[in-house]
């Protein structure tokens, strides 16, 4: 990249940066009153009268519950690992086959259910209202308690029942399907009075982080709300969130995985999230009064999406669950490189030359932007001379000195702004394809070659013992600070040697920023370099 580019990049990635911690306006908070321990019995005809968002049940962790009768269901199909407990009909465990916790072949299959007390297991489903008996800690009877899709099975189900001692009866039916994350959820309740009961209904996630924060990337829950992706950053929330409206999904999420209940066909629904306690939250969809008739049952139905952000599997759904993978400002950028991307690998099988490639084409994309800012730089760099005896003679009277400055561009034609177009153009691609290295699974564990076996964690090269506040050694980034040192040196100046001391310094700069970048990013930066470094010498030995 040239001069200008680099310092504008540098720039905004600062000012990014100021603006996403310091001042981005945090989400628009509804306050909301605590949450109950207890659900109160709440009048069926007060209903109408006032239309409050319903609370569901927080689980206590101090809450005294009796599992010992509830026995594991083990679901197992070519993409999950499942098991679920008679307790609450919940979900005890979820691994994903195709992913592992590391990139140690031997690491553990990919965890979703991080929260280990009974009392935390998502898919508990309450009654806000408390018009129902409370099922999140009743022991259902399941009908199965293994479930092994082999590959001529397609789909399978798994009951779940319990019925109270006031008669009220609750079935919970799963159905798993073998090559899908979908899971389909019917939740049937039959109401044994003689009187029609309105209820609102809650189905609950509770989730702790996938991994590790690493202070970068999003990780909390979120909801798609009348065609709007609402997030909230876990860390950051201290009440209650509260949504309303066309409901198509809630989740938790991060950059990789997401745990999602898509209701059917809602036309109006709520959606809560909470912080329970440290990094637990609580993210509820509601369905707002339910009619349950008297002697007769009413039937839920939901749809359960736990797996990768992968579009191949989210799109072809047709939940929208798609709209979980946000690449941001750029996102219409960052999705045809990322769909670029997967074209190369499916050829070459390598996500790092699929970069290389990616990074070549995006070159040849802007070569004649970046030609023609070159060459104008070039021409500057002639007028120098010229320049400066004006910026002398005329050192005070500005006017006098600006309107010779222009009288000069004018004689040789030369624009000073000439540089700037390919500048700007660059800046969004350079994002887009940063988004898409820092937030794309397909990159997750994706090696390229020689010590770099996980072009989404840093670079480091093993020596044996640990750096200090590295550990290994980041060569490819120091490279990348190499390259860049070089393609500065044969870059033109402007004249201006304050200007051209801190040009030098940003190679500087840029090896220390990187230094814990995603080393898929770190070579794209590389790459990049390495090109415009043979693109100036090209225009440099053509001026000669």
């Not at 399978?156 to 899971?183: C, H, M």
């Not at 500065?488 to 970048?517: E, S, Y």
């Amino acid at each position: 990249m040239d001069r200008k580019t680099v310092f504008a990049v540098v720039l905004s990635i600062l000012t990014l940066v100021i603006y996403q911690y310091f001042f981005a306006e945090q989400p628009k908070t509804q306050k909301t009153p605590p949450a109950k321990s207890e659900a109160q019995p709440v009048p069926a005809q007060s209903q109408s009268a006032v239309q409050p968002v319903p609370v569901p049940l927080k689980p206590l962790e101090s809450a005294v519950v009796d599992i010992s009768s509830a026995k594991d269901i083990v679901v197992s199909t070519n993409r999950y690992e499942a098991t679920f407990t008679e307790f609450g009909g919940r979900l005890k465990s979820f691994k994903l086959k195709k992913y592992r916790e590391s990139l140690d072949e031997k690491s553990p299959l990919k965890e979703l259910i991080k929260v280990d007390q009974p009392v935390y297991l998502p898919l508990g489903m309450s009654f806000p209202g408390g018009l129902l008996p409370q099922v999140q800690d009743a022991v259902f009877k399941a009908d199965r308690y293994v479930i092994d899709l082999d590959p001529r099975k397609n789909q399978a189900a798994l009951s779940l029942a319990y019925v109270s001692p006031e008669g009220w009866q609750f079935i919970r039916k799963y159905i798993f399907y073998n090559d899908t994350y979908k899971i389909d959820l019917e939740v049937m309740v039959f109401n044994p009075t003689t009187q029609p009961v309105r209820e609102d209904v809650s189905l609950d996630l509770i989730n702790r982080p996938y991994d590790k924060d690493n202070g970068y990337t999003f990780n909390g829950p979120a909801a798609y709300v009348n065609d709007t992706l609402e997030e909230i950053e876990a860390k950051k929330m201290k009440e209650d969130r509260v949504l309303n409206g066309k409901v198509s999904w809630v989740a938790y999420e991060d950059r990789y995985f997401i745990s999602a209940i898509v209701p059917r066909v809602v036309e109006s629904g709520h959606v809560r999230m909470s912080k329970i306690k440290g990094d637990v939250t609580l993210t509820s969809f509601i369905y707002p009064s339910v009619v349950i008739p008297a002697q007769k049952q009413t039937t839920l139905n939901y749809q359960l999406y736990l797996g990768p952000k992968d579009l191949s599997s989210l799109k072809p759904l047709g939940l929208k669950l798609e709209k979980s993978v946000d690449f941001g400002w750029f996102d219409i950028i960052a999705k045809p490189l990322l769909l670029t991307l997967n074209i190369f690998n499916r050829f070459i099988h390598n996500y790092g030359v699929a970069i290389i490639l990616v990074t070549v084409l995006i070159k040849i994309l802007f070569w004649p932007l970046t030609h023609k800012s070159y060459h104008s730089m070039k021409e500057m760099q002639k007028l120098q001379p010229k320049m400066a005896k004006i910026r002398e003679k005329y050192k005070n009277d500005k006017q006098k000195m600006n309107d010779e400055l222009m009288g000069l561009y004018k004689t040789y034609k030369i624009n000073p702004l000439g540089g700037c177009l390919p500048m700007f153009l660059q800046i969004p691609v350079f994002f887009a394809l940063y988004k898409v290295l820092l937030n794309a699974i397909e990159v997750r564990h994706a090696p390229f070659a020689l010590w770099i076996n996980d072009l989404s964690a840093p670079d480091r090269l093993p020596v044996g013992f640990d750096i200090p506040y590295v550990g290994g050694l980041p060569v490819l980034t120091i490279f990348m600070g190499a390259s860049m040192f070089i393609q500065q040196k044969m870059t033109p100046t402007a004249g201006d040697p304050v200007q051209a001391k801190i040009m030098l310094l940003l190679p500087v700069i840029f090896t220390f920023l990187f230094v814990n970048f995603p080393a898929g990013l770190v070579l794209y930066w590389l790459v990049n370099n390495i090109l415009s470094i043979g693109q100036q010498y090209y225009i440099n030995k053509k001026a000669a």
